[in-house]
């Protein structure tokens, strides 16, 4: 017999045999430093080293000095290419999902090609010769500057992504929902917005922050193009001082909690979006 | 003129399954048809496709003298008069029960906010849970649940209510709470379609009785008519098994 149906109450006015229930039944309540989470502790820590390290050591504090400006390129980087991605994910996942020969195969294409083709590769390929090429043919007098070629070259990849994402999200909602509201006389798009979208947003939101957050971490394969992000700059710190370990342990740190941060941001603003889940056992 | 009528329709999937073949159906103002029929032999093919969530592969539809099938007709605003009530509900998870029967209201009949919530307000008393309003779906009973899905289209207003199984996916104890309110309806002069198992439901609220198999319909009579003397031998051996069990 297994023990834990003893605890089920059809069977609560049976003779029950005898087991050594509540040893059994022990939760992680009773072993705290089991359940503890001491991952937090030893991240905490790291921080709080590396902090100390900034504030009080002379070669991190040059280091800190020399990086730091690279964190409003990084952010500013990271926010526009999440943006724009956000919208050609959209774009490109209901696109899959459109009955419309033309989108799908559109929007299929441009995900196979992204897909297939290195993070780095694209970095290159996109802002140095694509934007130029695009920029050149549609009569632009200026060159597109190296900021927004970074952040398009971005953007372009996980937008990729970000479709395969949204395609999820919408195709994890059943068809019943569709059908319900078509069946009240709302059009196509009412229904997508309304309540498909609303809906999609749950199984949508936690990977859409996890690529925000590899958008972050990734705006330091932008260095490559020269332009001044945290990771160039801690690059050219090192070259011109060769204070190495505290160019990179800086570094580290930056990332580390500017990526924290974002974490926290993104799990709270989860929980705020799906007020429905409020009376969930 | 009759709220429903539906002229050869059929329905092929896949070129290959046929679902629906060749079925006649008229509905007056308040009449209640009961469709039943063994599983799989159409019936919700048949009602769907006369809200066309099914394109059908032949036949027409008119709803209130509007043919569904021509491409001319705006299917948005005439699927605004046909109410469906599904098996599983098919309630919006993510809006409260008010906001799941205001909302087409809004969208579709352009009512504003306060109109439509005295509307839905109204509706969720006639099904009988006027105090659930500002809960959500998941936080109701599945009896609960189909009645607000049948107050949300009710509130449209619509011209005729399709039933497809609606207590079928219920627990027993709450099967009669959703026959009563649609048994209410029909008394109020409701003009519906439903595809049931409930055979007491048929006989009590039924106007016809249409038996369908094999994507036909293979007799449509009163209620005594099918029920107490069938016509045909596929009737009798369906309501043996179904009466009898
Ligand atoms: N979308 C679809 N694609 C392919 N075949 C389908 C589809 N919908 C229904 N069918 C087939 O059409 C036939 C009729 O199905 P339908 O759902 O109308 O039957 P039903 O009478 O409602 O059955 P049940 O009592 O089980 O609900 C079945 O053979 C079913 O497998
Ligand atoms: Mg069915």
């Known amino acids: 017999m297994d023990p834990f149906s003893a605890a089920s109450p059809d069977v609560s006015d049976q003779p029950r045999p005898d087991f050594p229930e509540a040893k059994q039944r022990r939760t992680d309540t009773d072993r705290w430093w089991e359940s503890f989470p001491w991952w937090m502790f030893l991240v905490g820590s790291l921080v709080v080293v590396l902090l100390a390290l900034v504030v009080f050591n002379e070669d991190y504090r040059a280091a800190w000095s020399a990086i730091f400006p690279g964190i409003y390129f990084t952010i500013s980087a990271t926010f526009s290419a999440f943006a724009i991605a956000t919208v050609l994910g959209l774009l490109a996942g209901m696109g899959q999902l459109s009955q419309n020969v033309v989108f799908k195969n559109l929007a299929r294409a441009y995900i196979e090609i992204i897909r297939g083709i290195p993070m780095i590769v694209l970095i290159f390929v996109v802002a140095l010769v694509v934007v130029p090429d695009i920029s050149k043919a549609l009569g632009v007098p200026n060159s597109v500057p190296t900021f927004w070629r970074a952040v398009i070259a971005l953007a372009l990849i996980y937008g990729a992504y970000i479709a395969e994402i949204f395609r999820g999200g919408i195709q994890s909602v059943p068809i019943g929902q569709v059908e319900a509201g078509r069946s009240l006389g709302l059009s196509k798009r009412s229904t997508t917005w309304s309540i498909v979208l609303p809906q999609a947003m749950r199984s949508i939101l936690p990977p859409l922050g996890n690529d925000f957050i590899a958008i972050l971490k990734d705006t330091s394969l932008l260095s490559v193009l020269g332009v001044l992000e945290l990771t160039r700059n801690a690059r050219q710190f090192n070259a011109s001082t060769f204070k190495i370990k505290a160019g990179f342990y800086t570094m580290c740190f930056v990332y580390l909690v500017l990526v924290l941060a974002l974490s926290a941001f993104m799990r709270w603003f989860e929980a705020k979006m799906s007020p429905e889940r409020e009376g969930e056992r | ?245």
């Open chain 2, 1 to 245: 003129m009759k709220i429903v009528e539906v002229r050869g329709l059929t329905k092929t999937f896949n070129e290959t399954i046929h679902a629906v073949r060749g079925v006649d159906l008229s509905v007056a103002q308040g009449e209640v048809v009961v469709i039943v029929g063994p599983s799989g032999c159409g019936k919700s093919t048949i009602l769907r496709c006369i809200n066309l969530l099914e394109t059908p592969t032949a036949g027409d539809v008119w709803i209130n003298g509007v043919n569904l099938v021509d491409d001319e007709t705006d299917l948005d605003l005439v699927r605004a008069e046909v109410g469906m009530v599904f098996q599983q509900f098919n309630l919006f998870p993510h809006l409260t029960v008010l906001r799941n029967v205001t909302l087409a209201q809004m969208k579709v009949r352009g009512r504003t906010q306060e109109k439509a919530e005295s509307v839905a307000l109204a509706q969720l008393e006639r099904v009988g849970i006027p105090d659930k309003a500002n809960a959500y779906p998941r936080q109701l009973s599945g009896g609960q649940q189909q009645r607000v899905a049948i107050a949300r289209a009710l509130a449209m207003d619509p011209k005729v209510m399709l039933f497809d199984e609606p207590t079928s996916a219920l627990d027993p104890e709450m099967i009669k709470e959703v026959l009563d309110v649609m048994r209410d309806l029909a008394a109020d002069g409701m003009t519906m379609i439903v595809v049931t198992h409930e055979m007491g439901f048929a006989r009590a609220a039924a106007s016809r009785v249409g038996f369908v198999d094999e994507g036909k319909i293979v007799e449509i009579g009163t209620p005594a008519e099918v029920f107490d003397n069938p016509q045909q031998e596929r009737t009798q051996l369906f309501l043996n098994q179904v009466l009898h069990h």
